[in-house]
T-cell receptor, first 110, second 115 residues
């Protein structure tokens, strides 16, 4: 059973606007959450993370929000740029194992 | 630094054949892992290692073997390939740090087709 879910397979956003990617999880024992970005024919690259004891982490244009009571996290990209077009995976850590969502394909329209 | 390298990039096997997917990293990372990516399934952990000589199973270990004789290398063996093992395989490494998420560095992937 999928412990980390990304229910939106795709998202399109105009350049300069905000992109919001969502992720839900079921295991309350996850201690870290991470976002990865993946271009075609490449491996995922780390973007940003958040500890389970925090509710927000910001790095430049990227902000991750964590709502533990709802078991929900989101990645905000502001402003969105065409180079942000990629597949975004959220991941969660429990012990030495990482659990990934199915990914959301973001298209930023110039 | 080459980072994480994987060979081969592409491979076609017949059912029942065996092969080894190679993974190497030059960052002196203790933690290494193998994932498979399938459509609609995201990345799923096959096996991982927290250091030389130590390996453990992930979510989907059946049909795969690993070993970790050095810090740098973490090969993945398919003993008897099956069509269900058709997938894209990613190797990753990281250096665990106290109080940190140990973000992983991924290789470029191996696309495997089993006929």
């Amino acid at each position: 059973d999928q412990q980390v879910k990304q229910n939106s397979p795709s998202l399109s956003v105009q350049e300069g606007r905000i992109s919001i990617l969502n992720c839900d999880y079921t295991n309350s024992m996850f201690d870290y959450f991470l976002w990865y970005k993946k271009y075609p024919a490449e491996g995922p690259t780390f973007l940003i993370s958040i500890s389970s004891i925090k509710d927000k982490n910001e790095d430049g244009r990227f902000t991750v929000f964590l709502n533990k009571s709802a078991k929900h996290l989101s990645l905000h990209i502001v402003p969105s740029q065409p180079g942000d077009s990629a597949v975004y995976f959220c991941a969660a850590r429990f012990g030495n194992q990482f659990y990934f969502g199915t990914g959301t394909s973001l298209t930023v329209i110039p | 630094n080459a980072g994480v390298t994987q060979t081969p990039k592409f491979q076609v096997l017949k059912t029942g054949q065996s092969m080894t997917l190679q993974c190497a990293q030059d960052m002196n990372h203790e933690y290494m892992s193998w994932y498979r990516q399938d459509p609609g399934m995201g990345l799923r952990l096959i096996h991982y290692s927290v250091g030389a000589g130590i390996t453990d199973q992930g979510e989907v270990p059946n049909g795969y073997n690993v070993s970790r004789s050095t810090t740098e290398d973490f090969p993945l063996r398919l003993l008897s390939a099956a069509p269900s093992q058709t997938s894209v395989y990613f190797c990753a490494s990281s250096r665990p740090r106290a109080g940190g998420p140990n973000e992983q560095f991924f290789g470029p992937g191996t696309r495997l087709t089993v006929l």
